[in-house]
């Protein structure tokens, strides 16, 4: 994403002094708080074109799993994200089983029964 400044920039190159304005009134607000919201299954980050996936490890290690992810095309990467409100919670080690399609991601790891929060985006 481009800061502040690099916007500020292109906007100079508008003639008109009430039109640059408020399209700097606009990037300045959406650069100053852009979010990505509260973690909930296949739903939207707040104002980014990614979606949260929620889950947990299967019983077994190193069994494959899969997360259905709502995206409609394949994700392209996937962050895992650490819910700070939960003690005890902690990142866990994931492989790429198979490539992600339209529907699935497919996972693996060494850890059972944990919580995981990924950020994906296609």
């Known amino acids: 994403m481009a ?3 690099y916007v500020q920039s292109l906007l100079r190159g508008i003639p008109d002094a009430s039109t640059r304005s408020v399209l700097e009134q606009a990037f300045r607000h959406v650069l100053s708080n852009i979010r990505l919201g509260v973690p909930e299954h296949q739903t939207r980050a707040t104002n980014l074109q ?7 490890t299967p019983d077994t290690p190193d069994e494959e799993f899969s997360i259905a992810h709502g995206l409609g095309t394949a994700p392209s990467w996937a962050m895992q994200v650490l ?18 399609d339209a529907r699935r991601v ?7 029964n ?5 950020l994906m985006e296609a």
Not at 83 to 100: F, Y
Not at 106 to 112: F, G, K
Not at 114 to 118: E, G, Q, R, S
Request: proline share 8%.
């Open 106 to 112: 497919y996972l693996r790891s060494p850890e059972t």
């Open 114 to 118: 944990a919580p995981v929060t990924l």
């Open 3 to 5: 800061d502040l400044g």
């Open 83 to 100: 819910d700070m409100s939960q003690p005890g919670a902690k990142l866990v080690r994931l492989e790429v089983s198979r490539a992600a």
């Open 50 to 56: 990614s979606y949260w996936a929620v889950t947990t």
